[in-house]
């Protein structure tokens, strides 16, 4: 086909069979688009790598217009950040650019970047005198910086495991750290919209908003990821008009188990008074509203 082709699987496990054969039996890129890997509401957070995966993915969606897309009825039901947030949060540095040290520090930081001192795993920085050492979020390698004044002088990517420099680049794309905004911006939209959503807010520290409020970023926060955009999009707010859908027969079925379940740990678990979740539908389509955008588009059943 002579675009986009996205095909969608019943489940994660088929999805990532899928994604590993198909590059054997076609010329054309072939993408998977990873789920969280947590269950609903779960409170703990999807592996940074997983994360990375799903933001450069985003990332090419929005700048591609062939290839194959894969990725499980789950995933496509589930409600994205909008294209403009990673449109206007997407840094490309070059060698030769005039940049202070600092100010890229800040800019990491409000990216949602961590300092460590030593950089191991995606969205880490570390500075060492005129070293910058840096793990963007969908980047197979980590890369090193070398400053000379306010210039940088060379771009390396580099071994995590013997942190050796390998070879020298020229520029690099630096995505978000996480799918949502958490600058003082981020996190203040947040905080109005948390308000407007649940009322009365508890002044306990353990409280999520309490949390969040002083730039602490819990575990499970993506849960939450509505209350930081005025509105959330879908994935086919980044399919091209003549993306061509190819759907699995059990699709239907997983679709419509997969929200109920969603349903249920959302009944079970929205009595925990520090962590008052949203409503499924803020956070995932139904099947019949995937079932309804679908009919937009050409599909192979």
């Given amino acids: 086909y002579d675009g986009l082709t ?10 990532v069979r899928l994604s590993q054969v198909l590059p054997d039996l076609t010329s054309q890129p072939v993408q998977f688009f990873p789920d969280w890997e947590t269950l609903p509401y779960d409170s703990f957070s999807p592996h940074q790598e997983i994360i990375s995966s799903r933001l450069s993915a985003l990332f090419h969606l929005q700048n591609t217009k ?34 202070v040290i600092e100010k890229l520090r800040l800019q990491l930081e409000s990216a949602g970047y961590r ?41 390396r990517t580099f ?50 908003y309490q949390q969040i409020s002083k730039g602490t970023l819990a575990a499970g926060i993506e849960y939450w990821q509505p209350l930081f955009f005025e509105e959330m999009a879908t994935l086919f707010d980044y ?37 008052p979740l949203l409503s499924p539908d803020k956070l995932w389509l139904r099947i019949d509203e995937v079932n309804r955008q679908l009919k937009n588009y050409p599909a192979i059943a």
């Fill in 6 to 15: 996205v095909v969608v699987t019943p489940d994660t496990k088929s999805a």
């Fill in 159 to 208: 071994d995590v495991d013997t942190q050796r420099t390998l070879q020298e680049i020229d520029q690099i794309n630096l995505l978000p750290a996480h799918e949502f905004p958490t600058d003082n911006q981020g996190i203040e939209f947040f905080r109005s919209q948390f308000r407007a959503a649940f009322g009365e807010i508890r002044r306990d520290p353990e409280h999520i």
């Fill in 115 to 155: 300092s460590v001192e030593q950089v191991l795993e995606h969205g880490e920085y570390a500075v060492r005198g005129s070293l910058l050492d840096l793990f963007p979020m969908g980047s197979a390698v980590p890369f090193r910086l070398d400053f000379f004044d306010d210039e940088i002088d060379s771009i």
């Fill in 239 to 275: 399919f091209p008009a003549n993306t061509l859908f190819i759907t699995g027969e059990q699709n239907q079925t997983q679709g419509e188990r997969f929200y109920a379940d969603a349903e249920q740990r959302f009944e079970s678990r929205r009595v925990d008074p520090m962590r």
């Fill in 66 to 99: 062939k290839g194959i897309f894969v990725l499980p009825i789950s995933t496509l039901m589930q409600r994205v950040c909008p294209p403009k947030y990673l449109q206007h949060n997407v840094l490309l540095i070059k060698k030769d650019d005039r940049l």
